[in-house]
């Protein structure tokens, strides 16, 4: 569909949207780096067996060590026109031969000015808390085991009132590239079914560790150790060291990112903006 | 309760009813083995540091390798006794310790007339599929990866027809110990959940692999190489060579055991019988 609208002319190289799951689990993050194998080098290891290709990708989020994605979102130039269900085909063919835990849920043609990060409208990511007093088996990995009762009703409450553009610094790992601490959250949610307890975030963009510090700082509330004005004070404090724990990696997911197609491409019949969305869950 | 309903008079050991959840990757299966590290040899070797026994347990139902449980049920009889909640805690702790993943969920004290694998009325299990063309990564290990679109209807309709007491010897291991190939299949229900397609199984009791030959044969029906018909004429040729593909351990969950406590214990006040269900998932 998205490759009769944006047809290649052959002066650029085609760009490809790729929707991605990974288990972050055996990965060092998402971005390629010297030491340790990454989700990006799987991913760009996979296209250069494919296609024999040198690519780097660009993506909406670059989850750390331990993270996961139900869907990140990805883009790519390669020089052929391959089609889209080929590419997500011969890379999956590729990843599982490899053995890695990741996998190319969905590929687009994409006109030339999709960013997989830069165009991105908004990003969500799941917390996933299994709350009971023995330890987690079938969850290892997938979820952050907390034992003691969390108080969930108190932990939501306290939550909406983090909602709307702060200066999140107090939630901002220290090592985070951002130029500017304020962000603007739009959904910070918390429910529980049975053991298991979900924290939905959503914002525009995030500060490097915010979902995490969030949700460890939410998890003081839970316990009763935080009401919800310490965490406004927390939020306010503008401080690091205010923060509450931060809550381990294994429980985020990358679960989606939307993306606002304005004015696709010039060679496209409507110039109308399209909204869509990439959301696993919602 | 339990332990006040049945109380150790001093002339028996008191016996412990375990709950139990594992993921089974790792494990050789439940059965303790010359070679390889099983569910059950993790337990009794956490049940020896806890308080030096050499114990034996008996379980509901001896899952292969790979296969994993929400909800296993095991019995021991320890010499001195602790109270339950101290068992959960303690063991819980010894499993961790050594980086096992099998968690003790619940412990109760059970009169010697329980018996883990005697004693149970219903057995529940659970086959997770998931049914999409990409391949998996954050259900790897936890579910059976099917690309082609399985028609759930046609799998649920002619799953019905398996039910009620038949010689299932077509869907029974070779290997299998049963003295009889002759079951009661109480339950095969086939849901979709988007791209998660589940079977429940129940019975009083399984043979050997009866749930993964079941399991199989019904995506042969899924994918439309079999009919409803040619579902019910494999299960009338009562031979092992008309079963279908038997689905790989790891989609396997053993979510319940039911019991049925009749006259609990001579000290008990109630000579009344009761159900009830150690059940995760209904």
Known sequence: ??????????????????????????????????????????????????????????????????????????????????????????????????????????????????????????????????????????EMNRAWWVSKPLDVEAMHAAAQRLLGKHDFTTFRASQCQAKSPVKTLDRLDVTRNGELVEIRASARSFLHNQVRSLAGSLMEVGVGRWTGDDLVAALEARDRAACGQVAPPYGLYLIGVDYELVQCSPSSSSGLSRGFTTRAIS
Chains 1, 2 share one sequence.
């Open 1 to 138: 569909m998205l490759a009769q609208r944006f047809p290649w002319d052959g002066t650029n190289m085609p760009r490809y949207k790729l929707t991605i799951e990974y288990d972050g689990t055996p990965y060092a993050g998402w971005q390629r780096q010297e030491n340790g194998h990454t989700v990006q080098a799987a991913i760009e290891q996979a296209i250069g067996k494919f296609c024999g290709e040198d690519v780097t990708l660009g993506a909406a989020g670059r989850t750390d060590a331990g993270v996961h994605a139900l869907a990140q979102v990805a883009h790519v130039d390669l020089t052929k026109d391959w089609g889209a269900a080929k590419v997500r085909d011969a890379l999956n063919a590729h990843l599982v031969m490899a053995d890695e835990r990741v996998v190319i849920l969905n590929v687009e043609r994409v006109p030339d000015s999709f960013d997989a990060r830069f165009s991105a409208t908004a990003r969500h990511y799941l917390y996933r808390i299994v709350n009971r007093r023995p330890p987690i088996a079938i």
